[in-house]
């Protein structure tokens, strides 16, 4: 069973950093692709950065280049996003997922079929 597992989430200062992880299990293809996604209340679900494990590629959504880094362990199904820099607008549910599909590197969720619980993220002005 496929289980994604997010931490890291908290309360924090604007400008301040956080640090989430995302664990992914239960299954064993080598190519795939791990997203962040947020969502913010009474808003869409966005689609916040990705990293594809066949080739280390990354994707960021305009709103947070520049301040947040996505990476992996080496190419395990162990994600980090590394979100400095945080602002108010940054506050609601992040998900991550997983996509073993290569056109999930446009963030498109449709194609994105495992998911996390999500971990919340509150940005205080």
């Known amino acids: 069973e496929v289980q994604l597992v997010e931490s890291g989430g908290g309360l924090v200062q604007a400008g301040g950093s956080l640090r989430l992880s995302c664990a992914a299990s239960?299954?064993?293809?080598?190519?795939?692709?791990i997203g962040w996604f947020r969502q913010a209340p009474g808003k869409e679900r966005e689609g916040v950065s990705c990293?594809?494990?066949?080739?280390?590629?990354?994707y960021y959504a305009d709103s947070v280049m520049g301040r947040f880094t996505i990476s992996d362990d080496n190419g395990k199904p162990t994600v980090y996003l590394q979100m400095n820099s945080l602002k108010p607008e940054d506050t609601a549910v992040y998900y991550c997922a997983l996509s073993f599909s290569p056109a999930a590197q446009a963030m498109d969720d449709l194609y994105y079929d495992y998911w996390g619980q999500g971990t919340r993220v509150t940005v205080s002005s």
């Open positions: 990293i594809s494990s066949r080739d280390g590629s990354t």
């Open positions: 239960g299954f064993t293809f080598d190519r795939f692709i």
